[in-house]
């Protein structure tokens, strides 16, 4: 079991999530976060922490895709377990939808 | 603040502190985990104890003071037992059951279940091979 970055943290990575993740168990892609399934231990502590409301628990349904995803990137992502400043426009982007399609970038961030 | 019976109602560092000090006493002393323990922290608890209060505070206060990985620290704990997980959170749970009211102590037995049953998948699940696991004789 693990925790998942979806959609709504796509332009916005507002890293609060990498601060009390008590694993660090987040990599950083050029526009998201990820969460690496092996490393996760399922504490849920990131959850109520992200402000775009982007991470779920793996047994809610229909995030399968989003898993597959979280586990391809955080193995070549860098990781990240400390917070920068947010993009300037991550306000403009917080509930944008389907923002994988127009948004994400496979693109590495610079992690730590 | 002390709720009517006696226990306390909410999460703080001094409870955490409480709660970690008390179950690690249960835990030296039970037939089943006390070995593995001692096997695993040989020398002085206090390391451990100070690492443990971290850890819930983390967990439960969301105050990232602790940094780990307790999958690898597991992995290299000789004489494991899926088992083992199901008589800790046992205890566990019987110690936040003395300490705290029903709400909080559920909060933390939530916590512990989850991540017990992460630890005990990334130590013993093998997908060529039964889940849950048989008990290890």
Redesign the interface.
């Known amino acids: 079991m693990t925790f998942v970055v979806t959609d709504n943290c796509i332009k916005c990575k507002y890293m609060d999530c990498v601060e009390v993740c008590p694993v660090d168990c987040f990599y950083e892609g050029e526009n998201m976060l990820v969460i690496h399934p092996d490393e996760c231990i399922d504490c849920g502590v990131c959850e109520p922490e992200c402000p775009a409301d982007a991470i779920s628990a793996d047994t809610e349904p229909g995030l399968e895709s989003w898993l597959k995803l979280n586990a391809e990137y955080a193995s070549v992502w860098p990781n990240i377990a400390i917070k920068r400043e947010a993009p300037a426009d991550a306000k403009a982007f917080d509930g944008v939808a389907n923002k994988l399609k127009q948004y994400f970038s496979p693109n590495p961030g610079q992690g730590d | 603040m002390i709720a009517a019976a006696g226990k306390l109602d909410h999460v703080s560092e001094d409870a955490i502190r409480q709660l970690v000090d008390a179950f690690y006493v249960k835990v030296r002393v039970d037939p089943e985990l006390a070995p593995i323990f001692a096997r695993a922290i040989p020398g002085d608890w206090q390391p451990h104890l100070t690492r443990m209060y971290a ?1 819930w505070s ?2 439960m206060l ?3 003071r ?6 690898a620290k597991h992995l290299v704990i000789p004489g494991m037992k899926p088992e083992l997980f199901a008589r800790w959170l046992a205890l566990f749970d019987a110690t936040c059951g003395e300490l705290f009211d029903h709400a909080t102590s559920e909060a933390f037995r939530i ?1 512990a279940e ?2 017990a ?3 005990r ?2 130590l013993f699940y093998r997908p060529d091979r039964p889940w849950p696991p048989e008990p290890t004789p």
């Open positions: 850890f983390s967990l969301a105050t990232g602790y940094k780990g990985n307790p999958v916590k989850r991540i049953e992460s630890l998948l990334a």
